[in-house]
T-cell receptor
Framework: KAGVTQTPRYLIKTRGQQVTLSCSPI?????VSWYQQTPGQGLQFLFE???????NKGNFPGRFSGRQFSNSRSEMNVSTLELGDSALYLC?????????????FGPGTRLTVL | AQSVTQLDSQVPVFEEAPVELRCNYS??????LFWYVQYPNQGLQLLLK??????LVKGINGFEAEFNKSQTSFHLRKPSVHISDTAEYFC??????????????FGTGTQLKVEL
């Protein structure tokens, strides 16, 4: 079974631009969560989608948004990029949303904002 | 809200020696606990998880952890480490009982460096 895939793997943008990252979960998984990983703040939860609905949201500004499609693929968008948005963005998928199922993480998208 | 504390940012250890990575959490409700490992330039891989039941949890690659409710700890142990265990280890907590779903709150990580 294929794992979680994230595209692109690396991305370079400049301040003020916007970016869209994509995550394809493991086949059959309906929950997709996004995390931001930085050296200073560590791993922080962005949001979780289940069956196309946002179920949980972290403490990030409205510039960070996401969505989930009917095939469970998910995208996250960051508008008006800031230097501090440079990070590794990780996506994780699982079968259910009750916290009991293992979450499988993708390799991440490394975003650099210049 | 939950929080997770990993007291040791770096742990050096010689190959074949035992190791313990410490994790303490704070929460006013029942939680699930997890340990993840991250190798360079990779995502996170689940080592083990505690949902309920036996407080001693066995995971992959010979790792185990013990849930201690009174001390709010979930320390990770391995009796004999290998050079390939060099990686960063993250402790995490979730609180699905209060609507947290799959949301994980992570500690700051412990870099395990195994030396020959």
């Amino acid at each position: 079974k294929a794992g979680v895939t994230q595209t692109p793997r690396y991305l370079i943008k400049t301040r003020g631009q916007q970016v869209t990252l994509s995550c394809s979960p493991i086949s059959g998984h309906r929950s997709v969560s996004w995390y931001q990983q930085t050296p200073g703040q560590g791993l922080q939860f962005l949001f979780e989608y289940f069956s196309e609905t946002q179920r949980n949201k972290g403490n990030f500004p409205g510039r960070f948004s996401g969505r989930q499609f009917s095939n469970s693929r998910s995208e996250m968008n960051v508008s008006t990029l800031e230097l501090g948005d440079s990070a590794l963005y990780l996506c994780a998928s699982s079968l259910v949303q009750d916290g009991t199922d293992t979450q499988y993480f993708g390799p991440g998208t490394r975003l650099t904002v210049l | 809200a939950q929080s997770v504390t990993q007291l040791d940012s770096q742990v050096p250890v010689f190959e074949e020696a035992p190791v313990e990575l410490r994790c303490n959490y704070s929460s006013s409700v029942s939680v699930y606990l997890f340990w993840y490992v991250q190798y360079p330039n990779q995502g996170l891989q689940l080592l083990l998880k505690y949902l309920s039941g036996s407080t001693l949890v066995k995971g992959i690659n010979g790792f185990e952890a013990e849930f201690n409710k009174s001390q709010t700890s979930f320390h990770l142990r391995k009796p004999s480490v290998h050079i390939s265990d060099t990686a960063e280890y993250f402790c995490a907590v979730s609180d699905p009982f209060t609507g947290g779903g799959n949301k994980l709150t992570f500690g700051t990580g412990t870099q395990l460096k195994v030396e020959l």
